[in-house]
């Protein structure tokens, strides 16, 4: 444990990181509500450009939120879209 301004800090060490199994503990792809571009690239085997393509065709899907210039896929929605597309 550290203290930082007197404060108590559990799982970080003395560069201010937290520990390996702390930042191991991170929650895989197919849990995630969200992913972003280059994870859905990643997991789905889409080029990211592609992925911004078929975001860019369509604008009122409810598949992506935008959160400023960044934009996240909702995963069960894009593989509910995956399914019906017949091509890409």
């Known amino acids: 444990m550290e203290i930082v301004n007197n ?3 559990d799982g970080m060490d003395e560069s201010g990181d937290f520990f390996e199994e702390a930042k191991a503990a991170s ?3 197919y849990r995630n509500y969200t992913i972003g571009i280059d994870e859905a ?3 789905y085997g889409i080029g990211t450009k592609k992925l911004r393509q078929i975001i860019a065709d369509n604008p009122s899907g ?3 939120l935008e959160i400023g210039r960044h934009v996240l896929l909702k995963r069960r929605q894009f593989e509910a879209y995956l399914d019906n597309a017949s091509a890409l």
């Open 7 to 9: 404060c108590k800090i």
């Open 41 to 43: 690239a990643r997991y």
């Open 27 to 29: 929650i895989p792809t």
């Open 62 to 64: 409810d598949f992506f």
